[in-house]
């Protein structure tokens, strides 16, 4: 059970343009979902908190106008990289808060392979 | 603010053998929770090992278990018998039961030698 299904796995896209990431609750609603950023060999960086009908937040030093994150049902949380340059290029992960035997717990989506040529 | 930190970039451990990951950390909360999880290539994230702060006993998982010093604020883990299929990037996560929010540590690579 808790599942997170993050679509697409790879992308490859032109710089200027916008690409999109969904991560899907499939057995559970996620009122609240985690994005990360990763590069090769590194930590995974907390990017934003996106909660269900209301604007996300951010981390510090994270734009949000270029990272454009919604979160409109309790199964969907979406990624936007608005006008996409190479420096954009890195894997981007989702992750939920799961209840875990009366606590917390947390499952991640697979990951997005992003590369801006 | 929350801290993670995991001063091992790398380790390195012998089949069977047993080898001990660091992790310390920092917060200001009370009530916490802290995690290790494990990478592979495939990069998809794996629950090892979960520990909930007010809980003194440390946690197991078969050949996983956890040294938890709260006062510390360290928590390592302990891999035991190690296997080949060991090898990955493990990190360390500190998650607010506040904030939901997860931190992790820059991540230990662990190989396993045959």
């Known amino acids: 059970g808790a599942v997170v299904s993050q679509h697409p796995s790879w992308v490859i896209c032109k710089s200027g343009t916008s690409v999109k990431i969904e991560c899907r609750s499939l057995?559970?609603?996620?009122?609240?979902m985690f994005w990360y950023r990763q590069f090769p060999k590194q930590s995974l960086m907390l990017m934003a908190t996106?909660?269900?009908?209301?604007?996300?937040?951010?981390e510090q030093g994270v734009e949000k106008d270029k990272f454009l994150i919604n979160h409109a049902s309790l199964t969907l949380s979406t990624l936007t990289v608005t006008s996409a340059h190479p420096e954009d290029s890195s894997f981007y992960i989702c992750?939920?808060?799961?209840?875990?035997?009366?606590?917390?717990?947390?499952?991640f989506g697979s990951g997005t392979r992003l590369t801006v040529v | 603010a929350q801290t993670v930190t995991q001063s091992q970039p790398e380790m390195s451990v012998q089949e069977a053998e047993t080898v001990t990951l660091s992790c310390t950390y920092d917060?200001?909360?009370?009530?916490?929770?802290l995690f290790w999880y494990k990478q592979p290539p495939s990069r998809q994230m794996i629950l090892v090992i979960r520990?909930?702060?007010?809980?003194?006993q440390n946690a197991t998982e078969n050949r996983f278990s956890v040294n938890f010093q709260k006062a510390a604020k360290s928590f390592s883990l302990k891999i035991s018998d190690s296997q080949l299929g060991d090898a990955a990037m493990y990190f360390c996560?500190?998650?607010?039961?506040?904030?939901?929010?997860?931190?992790f540590g820059q991540g230990t690579t662990l190989q396993v030698k045959p």
């Open positions: 996560a500190l998650g607010s039961s506040n904030t939901g929010k997860l931190i």
């Open positions: 520990q909930e702060a007010y809980k003194q």
């Open positions: 996106s909660n269900e009908g209301s604007k996300a937040t951010y």
């Open positions: 917060t200001s909360e009370s009530d916490y929770y």
């Open positions: 992750s939920a808060r799961v209840p875990w035997k009366g606590h917390s717990s947390y499952t």
């Open positions: 057995d559970f609603q996620a009122t609240t």
